[in-house]
């Protein structure tokens, strides 16, 4: 049994709303084995990972996964269970999993859920699988895992170092808790908040808000200084120096016992308290010196360290901050108690956990020392040891709540001490006596205790908030949440997701335009590239969750429209949490063989997604002509939602229009000529075929088609019937939607243009075609490589059904295929459908246009391409130009418009590829 690869869907999946890891195993020799072939597996197994017993596995019920080692089951299944224990033991609570059988004899594919947060790319999962697999080989062979101690504890490690702080981790919480969109970028502690024009970024509680002056102010603590006491605001005397004696100077001045610490240090790094001597100074000097040449001495004011934290002018917690410490228990060591104080599973490194562990390190000793012991001491029981002069979190200190303490004149010292420094959110460390306490006496006259605001903090930490060793739990997080989108402040923009087989991309660029004509600035991901405000700022299939990501990130976009097609949801999942209009425009028999899905029934079950993946109270935009389609209106998974059913159709008397009008639905038709709106049983005139651009006079079913879904769509975001109207008379076919059953004139001939690859949109195409300009038509066809073998007979067998003559050639991308290969099935393919067919073989577009046009001789050409620069450099070559616009309304006058849309079959409705 191995390890092929392994693929993250970071996205909603078809496995589950969070993210998943992928793993391909190949069994190898373990094909068609079962753990009942190997006598006492089972038993060797568990005994080295009792966890296994707790695993429900399909039962249901703890005990499950042993039942059906007992049962006999095979070894991807045993591997996946080991796996998730395994990631229990790392510190990487996971629970979700699911074998699957992968196209053949011994291929697995392993799927197991990824903590929320996990950087994309992570190498865990795949180690955590890789180890699962030695496990097994070993336990197999009755040998003792001899690295599956290492192998966890390192891989634990980066578990802690790749996890979110837990200042970050609750603000994420919290904004998902709100609805708000979260993701996180890259490996650090970066988050992005919302979509578009109301994206928000943050870094533990520095957020895209705060200002940088103020960031600035509050790293120079000197500068802080003076800007404190200019305002009034009690601070420490202090003197700063650049030598050690300087420092020693400065403590004859101000008198011991004194603090020295850097000037723009952090989380009481190389910080000395408590200085008495010049010699301590001098000390105390070179390590604050490592951190910045020049230090601060300030008097030890007495009293009790605080922290208190501001958001937007108003006090949301305080904390009394106590130093790292142990209880005795008339036993042990204090290097035992630490050891015992950081087991506790709260405690991690750095920040990544609620407390910090517990380093018995050069400082904690020197505190040890003035209080005459060392870490072989044995204090007595309950005698109370402190391990540091500092309460700082980030050296293993604790805290304990004391919000409800803080006396209004300290509440408000510290609200006007994070004005000073303009910070939105600032934690203020303060020192005094008793923070429930005033700061003055009863005449105002006089301070009525020591007190002095040591630092400002740009960026606080939580933890001492969130998780205090004694008294209430803040939800400071949320508060930070709140200062970004208050009550009522929108954090999403419209996001419109267009799935289906046939007109996404059509259907996209035309929901585009629309929102576009009502004054909103678009970002647009299609098969051709992203776009944002109608510049192309990337070239490229952009029907992935990368390109959505791209238009959700930029801050100037006020509404999404995301093609989002099935290799994108296959391989990563969306792109996006939850849509406001989803748009399926039709499902029929493509890719299948690509990626594990082998039948329709599982490609409706991946793009169903799209469906499925709306907010609550969304719309969900379905062809009513087509099964599959109109029968995700039903799924379980859409239901959950609630959402608004808005269909299409293009034949009339459709029962499930007429069903759905009678309930009030949402219906989009042709009704005497006219697209109509029908809502809450109030018809609405839209705009007449006729007047629609592209559609010659309903001729050209798909442009409809494409045009009902599109107007739904964007009466779903709350477009006007008038911008609607605008928008689509304003729409051009050729300009705005390149490539997609684009006109042009060669010589006498009209060509077609476009990106058809499957039979529903040939089908389609050769209907239009024949019924917009009749003759013999005549085709210039490539077809996509990667497609199962039956898919481009079907699809050649509609091109025959069309065209009586055929110029065949390969594109430059064979996708797997041997040269001449395509050429030889869809040749064979097509003269099989129509005896007497004519097909002739060309080596590139262009020769392939050129044969093309002379064989028509003045009758329509359909020109098919993969590559839309090399078409249009095709066209250049014959001279192709643009078909006139007043022609093409001339050619669609020349037709009634309804009975050109009656279309039945499960192409009904699809339109070209696009």
């Known amino acids: 049994m191995r390890l092929i690869d392994v693929r993250y869907l970071s996205g909603p999946n078809v496995f589950s709303a969070g993210p998943v890891t992928i793993a391909r195993l190949e069994l190898d020799e373990l094909t068609g084995k079962e753990t009942t072939d190997f006598a006492g597996f089972a038993a060797r197994l568990t005994a080295l990972l009792a966890g296994l017993a707790d695993h429900h596995c399909a039962a249901g019920r703890r005990g499950g996964f042993l039942d059906a080692m007992a049962r006999g089951t095979y070894f991807g299944h045993v591997a996946e269970h080991v ?55 070993d336990v197999l062979g009755g040998r003792t895992p001899l690295r599956l101690t290492a192998e966890l504890e390192r891989i634990g490690q980066s578990c802690e170092r790749e996890r979110l702080g837990v200042s970050t981790a609750a603000i994420a919480s919290a904004a998902r808790q709100r609805g708000i969109p979260v993701r996180r970028v890259g490996g650090r502690s970066l988050l992005r908040l919302g979509y578009g024009r109301h994206r928000k970024l943050v870094c533990a509680a520095l957020t895209s808000q705060t200002s940088a002056v103020g960031a600035d102010i509050a790293a120079d603590k000197e500068l802080t200084k003076q800007l404190l006491a200019a305002a009034g605001i009690p601070v420490a005397a202090g003197v700063v120096a650049s030598t050690a004696d300087q420092a020693a100077a400065a403590l004859a001045e101000l008198g011991g016992p004194v603090v020295v610490k850097p000037l723009g240090g952090c989380q009481g790094a190389n910080l000395t308290i408590g200085v008495r001597t010049a010699a301590e100074a001098a000390a105390a000097y070179a390590k604050a010196s490592a951190v910045s040449a020049t230090v601060l001495v300030e008097v030890l004011v007495p009293g009790i360290d605080y922290r208190v934290l501001v958001i937007d002018g108003r006090m949301v917690a305080a904390a009394q901050l106590c130093p790292a410490a142990v209880t005795g228990d008339g036993a042990q060591t204090i290097g035992q108690l630490v050891a015992a104080a950081n087991a506790d599973l709260r405690r991690g490194q750095g920040h990544s956990r609620e407390l910090t562990r517990i380093e018995l390190d050069a400082d904690a000793l020197s505190q040890l020392h003035s209080l005459g012991l060392d870490d072989r001491s044995v204090p007595a029981d309950g005698q109370v040891v402190t391990l540091r002069r500092n309460g700082n979190l980030s050296t293993g200190g604790t805290s304990k709540d004391v919000t409800d303490l803080v006396h209004p004149e300290v509440a408000d010292m510290c609200r006007r001490a994070a004005a000073v420094a303009g910070l939105d959110i600032c934690g203020i460390d303060v020192r005094l006596a008793d923070i429930a306490a005033p700061l003055r006496d009863r005449f105002g006259a006089r301070q009525a205790q020591p007190c002095a605001v040591l630092e400002l903090n740009a960026c606080p930490g939580l933890r001492m908030h969130l998780s205090p060793r004694e008294g209430t739990r803040r939800d400071v997080a949320s508060a930070v949440v709140e200062s970004l989108y208050p009550p009522g402040v929108a954090a999403r923009i419209p996001v419109l997701s267009v799935t289906g087989t046939n007109g996404k991309t059509t259907t996209v660029r035309l929901i585009g335009a629309l929102l576009r004509q009502a004054g909103m600035r678009v970002g647009m991901a299609c098969t051709d590239g992203v776009y944002i405000g109608g510049e192309l700022v990337y070239a490229g299939d952009a029907s992935g969750p990368r390109s959505a990501e791209t238009v959700l990130d930029d801050p100037t976009v006020e509404a999404a429209v995301l093609e989002t097609a099935r290799g994108g949801i296959v391989r990563r999942g969306l792109g996006y949490d939850q849509a406001d209009v989803a748009v399926v425009t039709n499902i029929t028999a493509d890719h299948l063989g690509d990626d594990g899905i082998d039948s329709l029934e599982e490609l409706i079950h991946v793009k169903s997604l799209v469906a499925e993946e709306i907010r609550d109270g969304g719309s969900v935009v379905l062809n009513a002509d087509d099964p599959a389609t109109a029968a995700l209106a039903s799924r379980p998974a859409v239901l959950v939602h609630a959402p608004v059913i808005r269909y299409f159709s293009l034949t009339p008397g459709n029962e499930i229009i007429a069903r759905h009008k009678a309930a009030g639905g949402g219906c989009y038709e042709v009704i005497g000529g006219q697209l109509t709106e029908t809502e809450h049983g109030e018809r609405r005139s839209l705009l007449t075929v006729a007047d629609l651009p592209g559609a010659f006079g309903g001729r050209a079913a798909h442009v409809v088609a494409n045009a009902l879904a599109s107007v739904a769509a964007a009466r779903a975001a709350g477009l006007s019937i008038t911008d609607v109207r605008r928008g689509l008379t304003a729409f051009r076919p050729g300009a705005d939607n390149p490539g997609r059953g684009a006109i042009y004139r060669a010589g006498s001939s009209p060509v077609i243009v476009d990106y058809g690859h499957n039979a529903a949109a040939l089908e389609a195409t050769g209907r239009f075609v024949a019924g917009a300009f009749g003759g013999l038509p005549v085709a210039a066809v490539t077809l996509p490589g990667d497609r199962r073998d039956d898919l481009l007979v079907q699809t050649a067998e509609a091109i025959a059904a069309w065209f009586g003559t055929v110029v065949l050639y390969e594109d430059s991308d064979k996708r797997g295929r041997p040269t001449g290969e395509m050429q030889e099935l869809i040749g064979s393919a097509l003269r099989s459908a129509r005896p007497g067919i004519r097909c002739a073989m060309a080596e590139n577009p262009a020769d392939a246009l050129r044969a093309a046009v002379e064989l028509a001789a003045g009758e329509p050409v359909l020109f098919l391409y993969e590559k839309l620069a090399l078409a249009t450099d095709a066209l250049t070559a014959v001279g192709a130009t643009p078909w006139p616009e007043a022609e093409r309304c001339v050619a669609g006058a020349a037709v009634a418009a309804e009975p050109a849309l009656t279309t039945s079959g499960p192409s009904a409705g699809s339109g070209l590829a696009g």
């Open 83 to 137: 796996e998730l224990e395994l990631s229990s033991l790392a510190g990487r609570e996971v629970h979700l999993g699911r074998t699957m059988w992968a196209g053949a004899d011994g291929r697995y594919d392993v799927m197991t859920e990824c903590p929320r947060d996990e950087p994309a790319g992570s190498a865990v999962p795949g180690d955590l699988l890789g180890l699962a697999v030695d496990v097994v080989h």
